[in-house]
């Protein structure tokens, strides 16, 4: 194209230059200087397109826009290739929970979800669970045991400090062993300290000790550690009204913002910002949102909105309404089982075992975990669950039957009158309340258990309670006469919380108010050997023994889904101890992103 421009022009010798034939005003001015090259300068090529045909043009422009995208297919390659695509520091994560906070402390939290949540990004504790669930070191540097397992000595980390920027001691971990160890203090916590004794040794070491061996003892160092300075001056006995339970000071990845309430005072909005001291890794995330709802159906619908971005968790009958490619489902593997827990003291009928029997007989658990669940779950007998030390297949079972539960009625005298729809004893009706939380997948379930008891001639009332008030209302006070619960066992399933009759009463987690010597003593021993098989085998016996009292039916054990928006990133968590671990790996997730060289 170059040279048919050129060709255009005759060449005459004229001190080395050529001239244009055509001599127009404008066209004397194209004098091109060729004495040192043959090509023409930037200067002349301005001129270019006066002597260029359409056709030309339209070439020159293809081969032009041909070059660029072969500069900029090239370039993005070579980014591609030598470059990639890292988190970045910023962005905010805003996530649905039921409930309301009460309690942000790391001793009270453990019957309320919401609290356990916020605790665990505020507070930490000696040790903790990463997203694998291996037990790690946090404000621990190191330990040492002794050879009688009975001395634990811990060596905390250097600098470390609170959010307020007061030094972390070994004194505050001190501290808090004494308000675990307080009775007036009411930790859920409590039991499992009694009989330990901690001191300080300097303000980087300290020591636990124990009573008795205890195998599975520093999985419970997981506590979060509350300041000396802020709490030592608190009453226990008021300590549930001190306001560092909303708006607390710990030593973790996040700390404290601001809290929005509404008219009734109810928090709405709870903020968390990122604690740019933080002694380890620092989070990518730079601020952290949570808004509270009062029931499930609130919470999916503000996520189908976009007024959240993740839900702490999604039952099982929604998650088929929730069918977009914004939102990545997290199935998550957690030692949680359903089971209906019986209070023989506030129901005269439930003291008989002929009518617990005829109960736990009536219920057909594959039901329920089809037509409540969805299939997605799995029917359990026991306390203890498939994969954990101590579950067996042959422990005794309950098996569906309401023929049999029938005739077990019958013959303990509650009778059926001809045309009448519930049995009595005397002039007695056969009554029972069933009381649990106001929840999508416990309502379908109470249904179902409802009508199982009434086909055998129970009368059943239901009393449904809102999950903000299932804590203070009902389980503390024990008032109820059957509660259906799930029950969160946690990484290792010691069952003595749940059933030692030394957790009758609150903070204590044994909701049958069952008593055994026989379970006591089993479950003593089964905490203090380190022997799997030994272990095992006293759980089974232990088992054995709850199917032949009944003081509660195993139902079945549920799948936890948690939901999250596609673009937050750095989630890997499949297990999980308690609802809170899904936040183990919180420190890697990120929403804004950077290129780096490789």
């Known amino acids: ?47 270019l397109p006066r002597y260029l045909a359409r056709s030309e043009k339209f070439v020159l422009l293809g081969l032009f826009i041909v070059l660029l995208l072969g500069l900029g297919f090239w370039g993005v390659k070579f980014s591609l290739e030598k470059m990639e695509k890292v988190p970045d520091y910023g962005g905010e994560y805003v996530e649905g929970l039921v409930g309301a906070p009460q309690y942000v402390n790391p001793i009270l939290a453990q019957t309320n979800d919401v609290d356990m949540d916020l605790s665990r990004l505020v507070f930490s504790g000696l040790f903790k669970y990463d997203s694998a669930q291996v037990l790690v070191s946090d404000l621990a540097e190191r330990y040492e045991i002794s050879e009688d397992k009975r001395v634990y000595t811990i060596f905390l980390k250097d600098n470390l400090t609170w959010h307020d920027g007061e030094k972390l001691t070994a004194a505050d971990v001190v501290f808090t062993a004494s308000l675990i160890k307080d009775p007036l203090f009411r930790s859920p916590l409590y039991s499992g300290f009694r009989g330990v004794t901690v001191e300080k040794v300097d303000d980087r070491t300290l020591k636990f000790i ?15 550690i509350l300041p000396e300075h802020l709490w030592y001056n608190i009453p226990a006995q008021s300590a549930n009204l001190a306001e560092y339970n909303i708006k607390p000071v710990g030593s973790g990845p996040f700390k404290f913002k601001s809290l929005t309430k509404d008219k009734n005072g109810s928090i709405k909005i709870y903020t968390l910002v990122v604690n740019d001291n933080f002694y380890d890794k620092k989070p990518y995330l730079e601020k952290l949102i949570f808004k509270f709802y009062p029931d499930y159906d609130s919470a999916l619908a503000a996520l189908q909105n976009q007024n959240i971005e993740a839900i702490s968790f999604l039952p099982e009958e929604t998650e088929e309404s929730l069918q977009s490619k914004k939102f990545t489902k997290y199935f998550l593997s957690l030692p949680q089982y359903t089971a209906i827990f019986f209070d023989q003291k506030n129901n005269e009928f439930l003291k008989d075992a002929a009518v617990r029997k005829a109960l736990a007989l009536a219920i057909d658990k594959n039901k329920i975990v089809n037509e409540a669940l969805g299939g997605k779950g799995e029917a359990v007998d026991g306390p203890i669950l498939p994969g954990y030390v101590g579950h067996s297949p042959d422990i005794k079972k309950i098996a569906f039957d309401q023929g049999f539960a029938k005739d077990n009625l019958e013959k303990a005298g509650y009778k ?21 939380v106001d929840r999508p997948e416990y309502n379908k379930v109470a249904d179902l258990i409802k009508t199982s008891w009434e086909a055998i001639g129970v009368q059943v009332e239901l009393s449904i309670v809102p999950s903000i008030r299932i804590q203070r209302e009902i389980i503390r006070p024990r008032a109820y006469e059957s509660l259906m619960l799930g029950t969160i066992l946690g990484f290792d399933p010691d069952p003595y919380p749940f059933w030692h009759s030394s957790q009758v009463e609150d903070p204590g987690l044994n909701l049958s108010l069952y008593a055994n010597r026989n379970v006591d003593k089993l479950l003593e021993e089964a905490r203090q050997t380190d022997n799997p098989e030994e272990r095992a085998k006293k759980y089974l016996e232990f088992q054995n023994i709850l199917a032949d009292d009944i003081p509660a039916i195993f139902l079945y054990s549920p799948r936890y889904t948690y939901v999250v928006s596609a673009l937050v990133f750095g989630i890997d968590v499949a297990r999980i101890s308690v609802p809170s671990d899904r936040f183990a790996g919180i420190s890697n997730w990120y929403k804004e992103t950077k290129r780096q060289w490789k």
């Not at 170059?2 to 005003?25: V, W, Y």
């Not at 059926?416 to 649990?436: C, H, N, Q, S």
Request: no cysteine.
């Open 1 to 47: 194209m170059i040279k048919s421009f050129f060709g255009r022009f005759k060449k005459e010798k004229n001190s080395g230059h050529l001239a244009i034939r055509r001599q127009t005003d404008f066209d004397k001015k194209l004098v091109f200087a060729l004495s040192k090259s043959r090509m023409p300068t930037f200067s002349q090529l301005k001129y």
């Open 210 to 224: 124990l009573n008795e061996s205890y195998a599975p003892f520093l999985g419970m160092l997981t506590f979060g």
């Open 416 to 436: 059926l009158a001809e045309g009448e729809p519930f049995r009595k004893k005397g002039d007695k009706v056969l009554k029972i309340v069933l009381t649990t």
